[in-house]
Antibody, heavy 121, light 107 residues
């Protein structure tokens, strides 16, 4: 069974940092692109960052560019996102999602349960 | 960015009813469209990929059609477990974008 398990969410003050992790199992991790997708309370879905299978290319939404860094460790089947200079508008549930192929141009076919990030003083 | 416009934003239907949701893209996306189901407190679940292909394990009462800019998602006979919000997503171009969602509940 394909599984994605996120961790690292929590309450952080504006301007603070958090690192989210996502441990994957049940598929050949190094063959697939992965993404972080967030959903703010009562709002829609936004892809904030993606990374290809090898880690050699990344994508960032304009809203997080320069503040978030996505990375992966294929030896540990783990995806990360380092989130710096957090703002109130970053408050959301963050999902780790598996893209359908090795590049992030493909839609997501499996999602983790999500981890909640709250940015507030 | 490609805008995905879903309608309606919400609907109420009776058990057994046929339910139809539409998604319109702001430009031609061929058939690069997914449909997802999301229940409260849960992550999205892929139902349909490439506009019309049923994901493994998804009941056959769900279907999708369309191409270019106009797409339709149908539940042929609404069941109680289908109460959820449904989203479309295009993956023709970056950034991958989602429709605003359609909340389906029981009349």
């Amino acid at each position: 069974e394909v599984q994605l398990l996120e961790s690292g969410g929590g309450l952080v003050q504006p301007g603070g940092s958090l690192r989210l992790s996502c441990v994957a199992s049940g598929f050949s991790f190094s063959n697939y692109a992965l993404s972080w997708v967030r959903q703010a309370p009562g709002r829609g879905l936004e892809v904030v960052a993606s990374i290809i299978h090898s880690g050699g290319s990344t994508y960032y939404a304009d809203s997080v560019k320069g503040r978030f860094t996505i990375s992966r460790d294929n030896s540990k089947n783990t995806l990360y996102v380092q989130m710096n200079s957090l703002r109130a508008e970053d408050t959301a549930v963050y999902y780790c999602a598996k893209n359908g192929a090795n590049h992030y141009y493909y839609g997501m076919d499996v999602w983790g349960q999500g981890t909640t990030v709250t940015v507030s003083s | 960015d490609i805008q995905m416009t879903q309608s309606p934003s919400s609907l109420s239907a009776s058990i057994g009813d046929r339910v139809t949701i539409t998604c319109q893209a702001s430009q031609d996306i061929a058939n690069y469209l997914n449909w997802y189901q999301q229940k409260p407190g849960k992550p999205p679940r892929l139902l349909i990929y490439d506009a019309a292909n049923l994901e493994t394990g998804v009941p056959s009462r769900f279907s999708g059609s369309g191409s270019a800019t106009d797409f339709t998602f149908t539940i042929s006979s609404l069941q109680p477990e289908d109460i959820a919000t449904y989203f479309c997503q295009q993956y023709d171009n970056l950034p991958l974008t989602f429709g605003g969602g359609t909340k389906v509940d029981i009349k």
